[in-house]
């Protein structure tokens, strides 16, 4: 069965430096993986998806991901954040099924001035 | 504008008293579904629809039902609520999960005292 992994609950970040986001996940057949954007009081939005094809993966605001199939990973990056960008991010998975989006738990940024 | 509408967005209940969450979306999407969040959980499905008339449980569907027997809507039911049916609610939708994710909605916020 898939399985995602956050490996961060939280990550605190000065406005302008660069971030990343860490996700693993764990799947059996072919992976299609998104990363979602849920700002305070509001619902999720898709930042990026992959599906397949290049392993680098541009998104909405400046993100993108990497998908590294030998480490099974998919890491959040953007190289210069915003207050903007506080909110929480979500790494997913399809089902095997195509019926649900598995979620990992869920990542705080939290950028400062 | 393509939406995922839920109401309502805010609700307070008592211990058993029968309520449902509506949502509808208008993108003609086949796929709907149902998620809860809870802190440190991550969002779980609780059931989705394939299409009208074809619906399908989660991994946490205990306490709940769906129907759908209109494309476009997807009503939640609690027949009894408890307490720990207190969560954030996400209705969702897509024309294919593992292609498109979903779309989801602004999200109800039910507390069950």
């Known amino acids: 069965a898939q399985s995602v992994t956050q490996l961060d609950s939280q990550v605190p970040v000065f406005e302008e430096a660069p971030v990343e986001l860490r996700c693993n996940y764990s799947?059996?057949?072919?992976?299609?993986l998104f990363w979602y954007v849920q700002y305070p009081n509001q619902g999720l939005q898709l930042l990026l998806k992959?599906?397949?094809?290049?392993?680098l993966v541009k998104g909405i605001n400046g993100f993108e991901a990497e998908f590294n199939k030998s480490q099974t990973s998919f890491h959040l990056r953007k190289p210069s954040v915003h207050i903007s960008d506080t909110a929480e991010y979500f790494c997913?998975?399809?089902?095997?099924?195509?019926?649900?989006?598995?979620f990992g738990k869920g990542t705080t940024l939290s950028v400062s001035s | 504008e393509a939406q995922v509408t839920q109401n309502p967005r805010y609700l307070i209940t008592v211990t058993g008293k029968k309520l449902t969450v509506t949502c509808s979306q208008n993108?003609?999407?086949?796929?709907m579904s149902w998620y809860r969040q809870d802190p440190g959980l991550g969002l779980r499905q609780i059931y989705y629809?394939?299409?009208?008339?074809?619906?399908d449980k989660g991994d946490v569907p205990e306490g709940y039902k769906v129907s759908r027997k209109e494309k476009r809507n997807f009503p939640l039911i609690l027949e009894s609520p408890s307490p720990n049916q207190t969560s954030l609610y996400f209705c969702?939708?897509?024309?294919?999960?593992?292609?498109?994710?979903?779309?989801f909605g602004s999200g109800t916020r039910l507390t069950v005292v």
């Open positions: 969702a939708s897509s024309r294919g999960v593992a292609n498109y994710g979903y779309t």
């Open positions: 799947s059996s057949v072919s992976v299609y």
């Open positions: 992959y599906l397949s094809g290049s392993t």
């Open positions: 997913a998975v399809s089902d095997e099924a195509g019926t649900a989006l598995i």
């Open positions: 993108m003609n999407h086949e796929y």
């Open positions: 629809s394939m299409n009208v008339e074809v619906t």
